[in-house]
DNA sequence: GTCTATAGGTGGATAGAC
DNA sequence: GTCTATCCACCTATAGAC
């Protein structure tokens, strides 16, 4: 079940939208504009907003494990995978938008329940996948941080998101991602 | 110029649903519900939703002054400093909402210019301080920490935001700050 | 697959009586 | 200060022609 070319084109402009305003400030009116259709065409491709919610949340989830997969095959150390994983967020950064999923996340009372898990199933990716990274380096001496890998976890993955939230709203101009990385890579190192 | 009853009630009740919704999430009727008036008397007291909003950031940025200056008087040590804040975001985890700031960062390029501003205004304040307590620590021997004390703020600035969005959405319950908190002193204190 | 036309609801906001 | 009544723009969604 390929997406057709115009159900992918709605669905890249329903992501930017999300990851620039929130789920709840984009219309079917901004889409149909973006895409040229009209709003009556999308319901053909997505019956309702939810619907389409659900499937760019399911292709994010996708691009997400293609991500995470391609940073496990290329990088060789676990400073190198979480300076991956970083840099899949900063590319969002500097583009001056949020993770989709974040935003999500912001307005999360609001959305289809479905929805909702989708959001939390990311998250949870997420995280286990930096906890992962966290235990093997322990494992092998990279890395000499003591507590338990889920907590870290958990601090990383806030860590980035807030750092999305915080760089694009503050006056500073300068990468929040950047100092989120340093000072996570330094309390693992530490001893 | 000491808000109304009435206009006290409606901040409440604004500032609760965009805590919990989100600021494009909310209406004139769900606030005319909440305290019990009609819509067109929310226009006496805030002439638009903007105007609303703004107070609402206005006030929300007072209690964040008098929080701070509250732990600078009771607080004695940088630790116990950055504890006291992490406290102030951590009343919010627990009742499943997030900062009102993150949640109108979130849908920032919808906000009216002057709410934009009061949104970088919060972050920028929250942050200055958090830079203060880290540099007086460092100076005072308290912390080890070698890094720029602007980077380390900027850096736990976002696990408290971020922290607040993750600990809603994700399935695991426990709270995400007690991790933030943990590893930020963790990286303040190690050599 | 896309269109026109339209329904039915909700959004913020205003005028004017009380 | 609060009300009723109303405006108009916008929203998601559907029906049915092409």
Chains 1, 2 share one sequence.
């Not at 984009?26 to 504009?33: C, G, N, P, T, V």
């Not at 997420?126 to 966290?134: A, F, G, L, P, Y």
Request: glycine residues 8%.
């Amino acid at each position: 079940m390929t997406a057709s070319e115009t159900a992918t084109r709605l669905m890249d402009a329903a992501q930017l939208l999300i990851m620039e305003r929130g789920y709840n400030a984009f219309s079917y009116k901004d889409l149909a504009e973006s895409v040229g259709i009209r709003t009556a065409s999308i319901h053909y491709h997505f019956p309702s907003k939810g619907d389409l919610g659900l499937a760019v949340m399911g292709r994010y989830l996708g691009q997400l494990d293609d991500a995470l997969a391609r940073i496990d095959r290329t990088a060789k150390s676990g400073k190198a995978r979480i300076k991956g994983l970083v840099k899949v967020f900063a590319e969002t950064e500097s583009r001056g938008a949020i993770c989709m999923c974040g935003s999500l996340a912001a307005s999360l009372e609001t959305l289809p329940a479905e929805l909702q898990e989708a959001v939390a199933e990311y998250l949870d990716r997420c995280e286990t996948w930096i906890q992962r990274v966290i235990a093997d380096g322990g494992r092998e001496g990279e890395f000499a941080y003591a507590g338990k890998p889920a907590e870290a976890a958990a601090a990383l993955l806030s860590g980035l998101q807030g750092g999305l939230l915080v760089a694009r709203a503050r006056t500073a101009r300068a990468s929040v991602l950047a100092n989120v990385q340093r000072l996570f890579l330094n309390t693992l190192e530490a001893a």
